[in-house]
């Protein structure tokens, strides 16, 4: 495809600010607002990667980020863990799953100090988040932990897999318990969300729950487009946990449970039929409603390089052509309606006829979504995480 990762990964560099990275314009340049963890663990994740690849420059990039998760000012040295940004000190599940991914991606490409950051990173999600009674996460607290917020979300856990995946292989050479413990943890959660939940909503998958894990289907009834807790069925999100259903199958072998494969393939087929197009225009509306009509329309791109790298690792692990046809669309879709060629990112939101819009994301903010799909579409082995897939 037209849409290459140096050209991504030049542009990316410029979000480097003295506390970790920045959230950048679409000028390439750093908005002046407070450095948010959750973008600085992306990128550093995302340097690691490109470390792990050889790209010059990375290494060092990975490094700084590494340093500034561990021991800058989103470190919180009095009460641990990190805050959600460097003017608010509360304690986020989401915004700490991407520093534990952070942390395993650079452990895996030998950043210096990584380990040791993933070693504190692994100990707060589990301490402070992970809830084994229930087998998933806890969404979030006060800053000295002493309240936890009551609502529960499937987002904060979708992305607590990925990197308990990604810490799994980052130690399966090293702590093997832990490396077990980690991924019949991800397997847990997903048997809830995705195996419970989504199937019994017929591949409808709930985002929002009471403390009790009671589904809330109107939740963000009057904040729709929210960022990361939207009104509805989020069809990316669909399209994430089919990925990861397979990258599960793909570490556990033959102790992976049939539904892995089965249920990736009906939220995959659910949030293609279902969201292309919704509208009656190309590409896959942010969210859809209980009845499949579509309520935010806008296109966002880590939809569409969702669906991609959904796509891709389908057709990787299960040979399905169609997988392949759809993967090869989609990404011309890309290039033709997100990429930006003055930047070489894409742009973060469209209109559903094609502009750029502003709605719910200003500016290009970071490269995560967009430098996993590159990596996951280019032929490689589909193993527990993205950095596991570039090695040997």
């Known amino acids: 495809m037209e849409t290459e990762l140096g050209p991504l990964l030049a542009f990316a560099a410029r979000a480097r600010v003295p506390d970790g990275f920045g959230y950048l314009g679409a000028d390439g340049v750093v908005e002046e607002r407070p450095t948010e963890t959750w973008i600085s663990a ?35 040295g009095e009460h641990g863990g990190w805050g959600a940004s460097t003017s608010d000190r509360s304690k986020a599940a989401y915004v700490h799953a991407f520093v534990l991914l952070a942390a395993s991606s650079a452990t895996t490409a030998a950043v210096p100090g990584a380990a040791e950051l993933l070693d504190e990173a692994l100990a707060v999600w589990e301490d402070r988040f992970w809830d084994d009674a229930e087998g998933l996460a806890r969404e979030s607290s006060t800053p000295d932990w002493s309240q936890t917020e009551d609502y529960r979300g499937a987002n904060a856990n979708m992305h607590g897999v990925e990197a308990a995946l990604a810490a799994a292989d980052a130690l399966a050479g090293t702590h093997p318990e832990t490396t077990a413990r980690l991924r019949s943890h991800a397997l847990r959660s997903t048997e809830r969300i995705v195996h419970g939940w989504a199937r019994e909503a017929d591949w409808r998958l709930p985002e929002h729950f009471t403390s009790d894990w009671t589904p809330l289907p109107e939740h963000s009834a009057d904040a729709k487009a929210d960022p990361f807790r939207p009104y509805g069925v989020t069809v990316g999100h669909q399209f994430e946990w089919a990925r990861l259903c397979l990258h599960l199958d793909a570490v556990l072998g033959e102790r992976a449970p049939g539904w892995l494969r089965a249920d990736s393939a009906a939220l995959f087929t659910a949030a293609t039929e279902r969201g292309w197009a919704a509208d009656g225009h190309p590409g896959f509306p942010y969210t859809l409603d209980w009845s499949d009509r579509p309520v935010v329309v806008a296109r966002m791109h880590w939809v569409l390089c969702e669906a991609v790298a959904a796509a891709a690792v389908r057709y990787a692990v299960t040979g399905d052509p169609r997988a392949a046809g759809l993967q090869h669309t989609w990404e011309a879709h890309g290039d033709a309606h997100f990429l930006d060629r003055s930047t070489g990112s894409w742009h973060h939101e469209l209109t559903p006829t094609g502009e750029v819009g502003t709605g719910t994301w200003t500016g290009q903010p970071d490269a995560y979504h967009l430098a996993q799909m590159l990596l996951l579409g280019a032929d490689r082995p589909v193993r527990g995480s993205v950095a596991a897939s570039l090695l040997p």
Request: proline share 3%; hydrophobic share 50%; no cysteine.
């Open 42 to 76: 992306r990128m550093t994740h995302v340097f690691s990667l490109a470390a792990l690849l050889g790209r010059e420059g990375a290494l060092e990039l990975a490094e700084h980020g590494v340093r500034a998760l561990a021991s800058g000012p989103l470190r919180d």
